[in-house]
């Protein structure tokens, strides 16, 4: 923490943890104040709890915050409950009344602990799974350049930097092995793998970004660009017709022949209710993949209900299943607690909903777009 008085310290915690709730919730009157004077009496206290958590989950010498949930986050939580019981009482006696059962609800759901994307995410995480391109199976090996004499960047790694579009056999769509989604067309894979800096031995970060996505194309995709487009993650939980009232299966096949590009996407939380703080608590995946709101318009998809992870619907079940996946653990030579190398996600169609991809756009106009980036930093 580093501001001066416990006022301070009371309200940027109140910021950075309920913020965008209590602004959802449309800043219950006196609300945040309660919540704030309720902190201030603890703020030396979670400083010093804070900081002896810190002290515990990482070594003197580290830097990085630890992932985990601090006492500063819990606290917060407890009395934004506490306060948030007696918000209705408080506007009776202002003379405001309301129906108790529909406030209570209302009230609760926005002001709900915010971690239903981190459910949902840890709900479709998977073992890491092979499926990917041809052209890509050498980074099935897990971060190869740790092994002794290993060549830094790979040079199967090197040879596709220039690579934006795989052609040919290679550029055919990736099917998935593994059950249950043997057969499944692959829409598109984001994967980062990655190795902390250390000092002893003294050997730099590094990491390699692999991203690949089925585009509808009639040319060259643009220098520099992503196989993926960006979205929100609400695709997952909301009917695209509530958050696109306007469009139908024909609005969104019109729009995806004239502005053509990617058909899946990386979600962005930024400013998504239910999305934690970053770094803290607990936590996202580090990547997940959505398909473009015109894909699912088309295919007349919807998510399954009750949301309770990446997955959207038609009445023949499953349609587009979301995976993530992490896993194989690493350490900056320090004390600090291992950390993931690999962190991935995939977004799989059903095959025969592929096929309507490919009587829509032609088999022609559909391509498979590939970046691969190496980079590092010295420790």
Known sequence: MT?????????????????????DANEPP????AIVDRIVAQAGQIEKRCGEQIDHLRSPSAQRIPDAYFVDEEIVENELQISAAGVRTARALE???????????????RLAPNALWALRGEASRVPRPSARAKMLDWSLAPIPWVEDDAQWPPADAVALADVRQLTGADGEPVRVSE????????????????????????????????????????GPPPPNSLPLSRTAPDLWAVRYDDLAPNIDGELARIALISTRGPLAALTDYEGQPGAPAHDRGVGLQRFTLAPRIEVIALLGLQPETPALRHVLADHNGAAIVGRQWRGFLVHDGSYSPL?????????LLRPDLYDTLVSTFGEEQISLGVTVSCSENSP
């Open 3 to 23: 501001s001066t008085t416990p006022e301070n310290q009371a309200e940027g915690l109140v910021n950075l943890f309920l913020g965008d709730r209590i602004e």
């Open 30 to 33: 006196g609300l945040r104040q």
């Open 95 to 109: 003379g405001v009344q309301s129906d108790p059962r529909r406030f209570e609800r209302d009230l609760a759901q």
């Open 179 to 218: 059950e249950p989604y043997k057969g499944w067309i692959q829409l598109g894979m984001f994967e980062r793998q990655a190795t902390l800096a250390t000092r002893y031995p003294d050997m730099a970060a590094r990491q390699i970004v692999i991203a690949t996505g089925l585009e509808v194309r009639d």
């Open 339 to 347: 950390e993931p190398a690999i962190h991935g996600a995939d977004l």
